[in-house]
């Protein structure tokens, strides 16, 4: 664990390896260590990973101002990059990590070498098909003060009931969720993480700006909320290469078939890097 101060605020993060950076941004209710699976083969293959807990998300400090919209995330990641040492990165974004990963690619495209999602797809290709209300009904429920106690109850279940919602498929063991659960256990920690849903009102500009980097797309096949025509449909929001890789799973494709996931996300990084150096 270590941490570096970026945007204002201090971030801890886990981190392995050397080379060309590649920032994991992970999403709710998640931490860091959604990207066990890949942190050390990054590493082995020549890349230096950095994993950060979002802001708010104990150990990061939670910001004095509450701000958590897609424009404060932005510029998180290009905070976080510059922090670092580093004048571009590769991300990989899974969930509330692609608001701030679609918004940086936007404000600032040459800090972003090589973009890629997880289960999260380009914001202007999102259509109000039923299928997708009805898996997107939390943005509402969490409005309310009561999730809070709802999310607390039983010893934190409410965590449990929502991976169980979004990857209704996978057999997740106990374990999976207790990395969030004791980050949610200190104050404020899990308010910071509503707050993300709770500033969110329609996709910001940035948000829903093409996208000027190479790319791919995670997609589970078992994801209860989204279908791959969503991700189709987003191919005329990217202007470079954009690549769709299917997995199983739902929302947490990258826990459900971490295997699958590490080989994919491997192969699109040594694809990437032969477009770019010609080899």
Do not use: C
């Not at 914001?123 to 039923?130: D, F, N, R, S």
């Not at 829903?208 to 096949?221: D, K, L, N, T």
């Amino acid at each position: 664990m270590k941490t570096v101060a970026a945007n204002g605020l201090t971030f801890a993060y886990l981190e392995e390896g050397a080379g060309p950076l590649v920032l994991l941004l992970h999403g709710f209710p998640d931490t860091p260590h959604t990207w066990d699976g890949v942190i050390s083969p990054l590493a082995r293959a020549g890349y230096r990973a950095v994993a950060p807990y979002l802001r708010g998300y104990h150990p990061t400090e939670i910001p004095g101002d509450g701000k958590y919209d897609s424009d404060t995330l932005g510029r998180d990641v290009l905070a976080l990059i510059e922090a670092l040492g580093e004048e571009s990165a590769i991300v990989v974004a899974h969930d509330w990590g692609t608001a701030g990963a679609f918004t940086a690619a936007a404000m600032d495209p040459k800090r972003i070498r090589f973009l890629i999602t997880v289960a999260i797809p380009h914001a202007g290709a999102v259509l109000p098909y039923p299928r997708i209300i009805w898996g997107a009904r939390h943005f509402l429920t969490f409005q309310s003060k009561r999730t809070e106690a709802w999310i607390r109850e039983n010893n934190l279940a409410g965590i449990d009931a929502l991976v169980r919602r979004w990857s209704p498929t996978w057999n997740f063991p106990e374990s999976e969720t207790a990395r969030v659960k004791e980050s949610f256990r200190h104050p404020g920690s899990l308010e910071a993480a509503l707050g993300y849903y709770r500033a969110l009102t329609l996709p910001s500009k940035s948000m829903r700006a093409p996208v000027q980097m190479p790319s791919a797309a995670f997609y589970g096949s078992e994801d209860p909320a989204l279908r791959r025509s969503d991700f189709e449909r987003a191919r005329r929001h990217y202007q470079r290469s954009y690549e769709i890789i299917e997995t199983r799973g739902g929302h947490f494709l990258q826990r459900e078939d971490p295997d699958r996931f590490r080989e994919e996300l491997l192969r699109a990084l040594r694809s990437f890097e032969r477009d770019i150096h010609g080899t």
